[in-house]
């Protein structure tokens, strides 16, 4: 089987490189020969040798090529990717990508070019890296029906948490954040990634296997970390959460959650355990209960390895349903308004007597009932009270807030994050 990569960063360079150091390995797994074709790239990569491999500055001239029978996009972005992916289908090439922004926007369009044209397009890398996330719901947990999905989907978020979070640490937001940057776990525009937009094209993919529904980013709810301050994190673990973002697709009566933002999760869960830039997925199904894949998010090896098992897939013939359905459901996703959760709430108040009581009493008025409560020390005449809730709707939830907010002792804006009720 003759393959053509398309760019050559670190998951083409990866990819180069694994082939190259497995390929008889690989072979004897798929009992036929992988070829390298062709490489289309616009600069050589320092950590490949392609003095015995045919290279291109044209990635159209992959798409375009006879000798190619699988078109590997690592390009990224949505709208070359998108263009250099529909021609090589056009062309009759299977398609391995690892872009889940091309995914989640543009798969249905890509999707049934495939259908059309008679090829398979792949993306096991397009979420979660080297986790094989995307084989586990939908062939290993094929025959449940599955209930929820939540994950810990984007590795810069949650370096960033576990180091506001480690003890004694009181750091701010912008403070890791620049040291992530140092470190390569963020890009010097982070908005994709600490805004959550990473995360939910991720979620738009996992939803969609999980529960056979249509790619539906622009229905998905996406709130990302930057708001998240020292006090929160210390608040939460005081009341025995850790903040995590994550990822929560939902089946609930009223129709699917799709959710991403910081969320409280109780410190002995085992999302609670997932640190650093790891990632993990978490999946709850009627027959296997809930399971765990746990792994590396990004990095060259991790992905190359996943980009790798979409080839050898090919390589052993046998299609699969794009989303893992035949049928697509059309399911009405749910407003955030609509879902219920519990919350945790931080705001300033002046420091004097009645307060607390004016906050009870809005809460409520709104049917907000408090499950625990810590009031901190006035700091400069103010002082800051940090409440847990019982679940409630979250339009409830919103209006009790405005009420609060507008209550001239309240000092601050209310600090609200979702409690995690799976
Ligand atoms: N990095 C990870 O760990 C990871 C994990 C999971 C998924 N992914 C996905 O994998 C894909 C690739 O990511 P990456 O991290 O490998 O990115 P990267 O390091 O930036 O590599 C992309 C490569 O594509 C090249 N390229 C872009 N446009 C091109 C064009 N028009 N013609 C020729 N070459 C072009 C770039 O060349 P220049 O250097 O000249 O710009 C660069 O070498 C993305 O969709 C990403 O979301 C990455």
């Excluded at 008889?24 to 790239?41: F, H, N, P, T, W």
């Excluded at 996009?73 to 021609?87: H, N, P, W």
């Excluded at 897939?313 to 049928?327: H, Q």
Aim: aromatic content about 4%; some cysteine; charged content about 20%.
């Amino acid at each position: 089987m003759r393959i053509g990569i398309c760019g050559l960063g670190t998951v083409g360079s990866g990819l180069f490189n694994l082939l190259e150091s497995n390929r008889a390995e690989i072979e004897r797994k798929v009992g036929r020969d992988i070829i390298l074709s062709q490489v289309g790239c616009r600069r050589d990569h320092p950590d490949c040798d392609l003095s015995s491999t045919n290279v291109t500055r044209d990635i159209f001239e992959v798409a375009n090529n006879p000798d190619v029978d699988v078109l590997v996009e690592l390009i990224g972005g949505t709208d070359v990717a998108k263009d250099l992916v529909m021609q090589a289908i056009s062309n009759g090439k299977h398609i391995v990508t690892a872009n889940k922004a091309l995914i989640a926007l543009h798969g249905d369009e890509v999707f049934s070019a495939a259908e059309q044209a008679g090829v398979s397009v792949h993306y096991e890398a397009a979420v979660a890296g080297g986790i094989p996330i995307v084989k586990s719901i939908r062939e290993g947990l094929a025959g449940n029906t599955i209930e929820w999905v939540a994950g810990i989907i984007n590795g810069t978020t949650n370096f960033i948490l576990t180091e506001m979070s480690r003890e004694g640490s009181n750091r701010s937001f912008d403070d890791v954040l620049s040291e992530a940057q140092a470190l390569g776990y963020a890009e010097a525009d982070p908005t994709f990634d600490v805004e959550g937009i990473d995360a939910a094209h991720k979620l738009t993919i996992l939803a969609a296997i999980a529960f056979g529904v249509p790619l539906n980013f622009s229905a998905m709810y996406t709130e990302g970390i930057s708001a998240i301050s020292a006090d929160d994190i210390k608040f939460a673990d005081e009341l025995g959460y850790c903040i995590k973002h994550l990822g929560i697709a939902r089946q609930s009566g009223d129709g699917l959650e799709l959710r991403v933002h910081p969320t409280l999760v109780e410190k002995d869960q085992m999302l609670a355990q997932v640190n650093g830039v790891m990632n993990a997925v978490m999946v709850g199904s009627d027959a296997a209960g809930s399971t765990m894949y746990y792994g590396a998010g990004a990095g060259a090896g991790p992905t190359a390895s996943s980009v790798m098992a979409d080839i050898i897939d090919i390589a052993r013939g046998g299609k699969l349903p794009d989303l893992g359905f035949v049928s697509l459901a059309p399911t009405g996703i749910l407003a955030i308004e609509k879902i219920r959760c519990s919350y945790y709430l931080r705001l300033g108040v002046v420091d004097q007597a009645g307060v607390m009581a004016n906050v009870s009493t809005i809460l409520s008025r709104h049917r907000v009932s408090i499950e625990a409560l810590i009031q901190k020390d006035a700091r400069r005449g103010d002082a800051q009270i940090v409440i847990l809730t019982d679940e409630v709707l979250e339009s409830e939830m919103l209006d009790a807030i405005s009420e609060i907010e507008s209550n001239e002792a309240v000092t601050s804006k209310v600090s609200m994050i979702r409690v995690s009720n799976l």
